[in-house]
């Protein structure tokens, strides 16, 4: 087991997308370093602009052991 988002996996390709006007509902699901499941490419992009995070592709498609943190998670 990998430990630590530094220098693993992919640069997603924020430069193709114009996250200011927002992202496709198109569902093309990536996993991120942070073993988040995002529904896109872009939306990766877009939550390490809100977060200024640099959360990279670990691999495209679902997470093997997704983590258990969401936005939907109540504090």
């Known amino acids: 087991e990998m430990d630590g988002a530094a220098g ?3 640069e997603a390709a924020c430069g193709n997308y114009d996250i200011r006007k927002g ?3 198109i569902f093309d699901p990536v996993c991120g370093t ?3 499941l995002y529904g896109n490419e872009c939306l990766l992009c877009f939550q390490n602009l ?3 995070t ?3 592709i670990k691999n495209r498609g ?3 052991n ?3 943190r969401s936005d939907s998670a109540q504090n």
Do not use: E, H
């Open 66 to 68: 997704p983590s258990p």
């Open 62 to 64: 679902m997470c093997q």
């Open 54 to 56: 640099n959360v990279r």
């Open 34 to 36: 942070d073993n988040v």
């Open 50 to 52: 809100q977060r200024k």
């Open 23 to 25: 992202c496709t509902k």
């Open 8 to 10: 693993k996996g992919t």
